[in-house]
């Protein structure tokens, strides 16, 4: 298994596709273990895809100190390093469009092209949902909780009425959840990466991005809402801005989203 020893870390990652490289930046919980993650996604046919888990997360160390995001952002770069991309395409998603946001501020002579999939400013231009606010329920209650959030739609006439449907997507969900659950720092990886997310704001800076940028997410996304999207594309210049018909996982309930993301980012919108 790959793991690269960078900063006070042992990061584990993976490199597969064929393309133009692209680094791609994961969400809260993410671990590369969980399924669907990007690398069964559709960009794989596209792109060199660089995927990992942050600091606290999956397979990487999990030090029990304060996380900052320009910790995470500087761990994105240690890792670039590591693997000898000087520059890349970055797309992340949700918490990762977050650490993507600072690692574009932090370095903009790496990034050639940037994708903010479901994900928020912080700040005036509005925060995602404070999910740290739930990590005390018992796991059952926080999936539940969060599916409902996720996409608003799902509301108890909507449950009531699609039972069978509601109980897939919480069973796989709670699977998801509980991959790693019981290894040792678990539990402590989670809370620190919480409290960076609590402290998220790069809206005043992101006025100064000068990359092509293309901001994506769900009509119907209760965490990281359009608002807040919104909010951002009118905060960096000349950024594209694209709603699509789902929630927080919009790139899996609207097959237009890949699409979309993989003409960015071989630079169709361009012409």
């Known amino acids: 298994m790959p793991f690269a020893a960078v900063r006070d870390l042992d990061i584990y990652y993976e490199i597969r596709g064929t393309g133009p490289r692209l680094l ?3 969400g809260t919980s993410g671990d590369l273990r969980r399924s669907p993650n990007i690398f069964e996604m559709p960009l794989v046919s596209q792109f060199e895809i660089l995927g990992y888990d942050q600091r606290g997360l999956g397979q990487t160390s999990r030090p029990d ?3 900052s995001m320009a910790d995470y952002a500087d761990d994105a770069g240690a890792l ?3 693997v000898g991309w000087e520059r890349c395409a970055v797309m992340g998603i949700s918490f990762g469009g977050m ?3 600072e ?3 932090r370095f903009p002579h790496r990034v050639e092209r940037l994708v903010l999939a479901c994900t928020s400013s912080g700040g005036a231009g509005g925060s995602s949902y404070p999910l740290h ?3 005390h329920l018992p796991a059952e209650t926080y999936v539940h909780r969060v599916l409902q959030l996720s996409d608003t739609r799902r509301d108890a006439a909507w449950q009531a009425a699609h039972p069978d449907r509601f109980q897939v997507l919480f069973e796989m969900a709670l699977a998801a959840r509980r991959v790693g659950a019981d290894e040792p720092g678990r539990s402590t990886g989670a809370r620190r990466q919480m409290e960076a997310r609590a402290r998220h704001d790069a809206y005043e800076r992101l006025s100064g991005l000068r990359m092509p940028v293309y901001i994506c997410g769900g009509r119907y996304d209760g965490i990281a ?6 909010a951002m594309q009118k905060q960096i210049p000349e950024a594209r801005l694209e709603l699509f018909e789902g929630g927080h996982l919009f790139f899996i309930q609207d097959i237009r989203a890949f699409e979309r993301i993989g003409a ?3 630079g169709e919108f361009d012409h």
């Open 24 to 26: 791609s930046i994961s």
């Open 99 to 101: 650490v993507a946001q």
């Open 80 to 82: 670039l390093d590591a």
């Open 225 to 230: 809402t359009p608002a807040n999207l919104e």
């Open 103 to 105: 690692f574009a501020l």
């Open 133 to 135: 606010e739930l990590a």
């Open 65 to 67: 100190i304060p996380y």
């Open 264 to 266: 960015f980012l071989r």
